[in-house]
C-alpha cells in the first residue's frame, strides 16, 4: 500500500520535474539561441502586422527554427506584443528572439537617403523619386504643373519650391510626404532669407529672389561666383538692360533642346527668352541651392555687367564695359 501510494506521488512529480526542466531549457533557448542568419539583414513590418504574423513568418523564412507559439507567449507575458511599429529594421547577425522583439518595439526603423540636386527640374525631381525602391508612388498621374496643387500649396508652379539638400526617410514613405517636406523646407529657407536680403534690391517679392537664384544656380557651380553673377544680373535690372542669360532660353525651349543653342533660339520669343524680354522670367527654372538664394540676396558690388565662361572649370570672367565683353569672348569662346 506504500508503495503504490509512493509511486502515486513519486511519477507525477518526476514527471512535473522533466516538465519544468524542459520548459527552463526552451526558455534558456528562447533566450539565448540567435536568429538563424550568419549576416545582417532587414526585415520589414507591414502596417497593420501583429506578433503572430512576424513569429510564423520567422518559422516559414527559416530564421528560428523555434515554436512560433514562443515569442507570441513572450510578447504577451512581456506587454510588448501590441507596441510592435510597422517599418524596414536592421537586424544583425547574433540578435536573439527577445532582442529582436526589442528592436521592433523600439520603432528605430532604417532610414533611406535622397539627394534634392542643386539645379535640377521639379519634373525631373518627381521622375527620380518614382524611381527610388523605397519610396511609396502615390503622385504618378500628377504633373509637374499640378504638384504645388497636389500638396496644398498656394503658388501656381512647382518649380523652384523645393529645397536641395540630402533628406532621409524609412522605407514605405509616400511621394507627397517627402515632397511637402522639402516643399516646407524652401519656404522657411526663403523666408529666413529675405529677412537678411540687402537694401535696394529690384525684387518685390522673396519669389521674384527665388526666379533670380534659379538663374545664378544654372550659370555656376563655383561657390566664390555665385554673388560676382548676382550682382551683375542686379545691375542689369537696376538700369533696364535685359538679362540676356542661355539658361532661361534653354528652359523655356523645353524638349525642343537638343543640347545646342543656335542664334535663332536666342531670337524665339518665349516668356523665359532673356534676350528678346526684359526683366525675370515668370518663375524659376530650376530647384535653387540656399547658397544660390543668398547670392540672389546679397550680390557682390561692383560695375562688371557681363561674364563669359572661360572654359577652365566652368569659371567666368566678368567685363564692366561690352567692348571689354566682346574681347573676352574672343579670347575664350572664338579663340581669337
Given at each position: 500500500?506504500?508503495?503504490?501510494?509512493?509511486?502515486?506521488?513519486?511519477?507525477?512529480?518526476?514527471?512535473?520535474?522533466?516538465?519544468?526542466?524542459?520548459?527552463?531549457?526552451?526558455?534558456?533557448?528562447?533566450?539565448?539561441?540567435?536568429?538563424?542568419?550568419?549576416?545582417?539583414?532587414?526585415?520589414?513590418?507591414?502596417?497593420?502586422?501583429?506578433?503572430?504574423?512576424?513569429?510564423?513568418?520567422?518559422?516559414?523564412?527559416?530564421?528560428?527554427?523555434?515554436?512560433?507559439?514562443?515569442?507570441?507567449?513572450?510578447?504577451?507575458?512581456?506587454?510588448?506584443?501590441?507596441?510592435?511599429?510597422?517599418?524596414?529594421?536592421?537586424?544583425?547577425?547574433?540578435?536573439?528572439?527577445?532582442?529582436?522583439?526589442?528592436?521592433?518595439?523600439?520603432?528605430?526603423?532604417?532610414?533611406?537617403?535622397?539627394?534634392?540636386?542643386?539645379?535640377?527640374?521639379?519634373?525631373?525631381?518627381?521622375?527620380?523619386?518614382?524611381?527610388?525602391?523605397?519610396?511609396?508612388?502615390?503622385?504618378?498621374?500628377?504633373?509637374?504643373?499640378?504638384?504645388?496643387?497636389?500638396?496644398?500649396?498656394?503658388?501656381?508652379?512647382?518649380?523652384?519650391?523645393?529645397?536641395?539638400?540630402?533628406?532621409?526617410?524609412?522605407?514605405?514613405?509616400?511621394?507627397?510626404?517627402?515632397?511637402?517636406?522639402?516643399y516646407d523646407q524652401m519656404q522657411i529657407a526663403l523666408a529666413e532669407a529675405w529677412k537678411e536680403r540687402d537694401e535696394g534690391l529690384p525684387y518685390e517679392s522673396p519669389y521674384e529672389a527665388l526666379i533670380m537664384a534659379s538663374i545664378i544656380e544654372k550659370e555656376t557651380g563655383i561657390a566664390e561666383e555665385r554673388p560676382e553673377i548676382a550682382g551683375v544680373f542686379v545691375r542689369r535690372l537696376k538700369k533696364g538692360?535685359?538679362?540676356?542669360?542661355?539658361?532661361?532660353?534653354?528652359?523655356?525651349?523645353?524638349?525642343?533642346?537638343?543640347?545646342?543653342?543656335?542664334?535663332?533660339?536666342?531670337?524665339?520669343?518665349?516668356?523665359?527668352?532673356?534676350?528678346?524680354?526684359?526683366?525675370?522670367?515668370?518663375?524659376?527654372?530650376?530647384?535653387?541651392?540656399?547658397?544660390?538664394?543668398?547670392?540672389?540676396?546679397?550680390?557682390?558690388?561692383?560695375?562688371?555687367?557681363?561674364?563669359?565662361?572661360?572654359?577652365?572649370?566652368?569659371?567666368?570672367?566678368?567685363?564692366?564695359?561690352?567692348?571689354?565683353?566682346?574681347?573676352?569672348?574672343?579670347?575664350?569662346?572664338?579663340?581669337?
Amino acid at each position: 500500500m506504500k508503495k503504490a501510494l509512493l509511486f502515486t506521488i513519486l511519477v507525477p512529480a518526476l514527471l512535473l520535474a522533466a516538465l519544468c526542466t524542459y520548459v527552463l531549457l526552451q526558455y534558456e533557448r528562447f533566450l539565448s539561441q540567435p536568429l538563424e542568419s550568419d549576416t545582417s539583414f532587414s526585415y520589414i513590418v507591414e502596417p497593420g502586422s501583429n506578433l503572430r504574423a512576424i513569429s510564423e513568418d520567422l518559422k516559414q523564412q527559416g530564421l528560428s527554427d523555434l515554436p512560433p507559439v514562443y515569442l507570441q507567449v513572450y510578447g504577451r507575458l512581456t506587454q510588448q506584443a501590441h507596441k510592435i511599429k510597422a517599418g524596414e529594421y536592421q537586424i544583425e547577425a547574433g540578435t536573439s528572439l527577445p532582442q529582436f522583439l526589442n528592436i521592433l518595439v523600439s520603432g528605430k526603423v532604417m532610414m533611406n537617403a535622397f539627394t534634392i540636386v542643386e539645379g535640377m527640374t521639379a519634373s525631373e525631381l518627381l521622375k527620380a523619386l518614382h524611381q527610388h525602391p523605397k519610396m511609396v508612388n502615390t503622385l504618378e498621374s500628377v504633373s509637374s504643373d499640378d504638384l504645388i496643387t497636389a500638396l496644398g500649396g498656394e503658388e501656381k508652379q512647382a518649380e523652384g519650391w523645393f529645397l536641395p539638400e540630402t533628406y532621409h526617410f524609412p522605407s514605405g514613405t509616400k511621394d507627397v510626404d517627402f515632397l511637402q517636406r522639402a516643399y516646407d523646407q524652401m519656404q522657411i529657407a526663403l523666408a529666413e532669407a529675405w529677412k537678411e536680403r540687402d537694401e535696394g534690391l529690384p525684387y518685390e517679392s522673396p519669389y521674384e529672389a527665388l526666379i533670380m537664384a534659379s538663374i545664378i544656380e544654372k550659370e555656376t557651380g563655383i561657390a566664390e561666383e555665385r554673388p560676382e553673377i548676382a550682382g551683375v544680373f542686379v545691375r542689369r535690372l537696376k538700369k533696364g538692360m535685359r538679362l540676356q542669360t542661355d539658361p532661361t532660353v534653354i528652359y523655356g525651349m523645353g524638349d525642343k533642346f537638343d543640347g545646342n543653342l543656335r542664334r535663332a533660339d536666342l531670337r524665339t520669343d518665349t516668356p523665359y527668352n532673356t534676350y528678346t524680354r526684359h526683366g525675370l522670367p515668370p518663375t524659376p527654372i530650376c530647384l535653387p541651392s540656399i547658397e544660390s538664394i543668398r547670392a540672389a540676396l546679397h550680390p557682390a558690388d561692383g560695375n562688371s555687367l557681363y561674364f563669359v565662361a572661360t572654359g577652365e572649370e566652368g569659371r567666368h570672367v566678368f567685363s564692366a564695359t561690352l567692348q571689354q565683353h566682346n574681347k573676352a569672348v574672343r579670347r575664350y569662346q572664338l579663340k581669337r
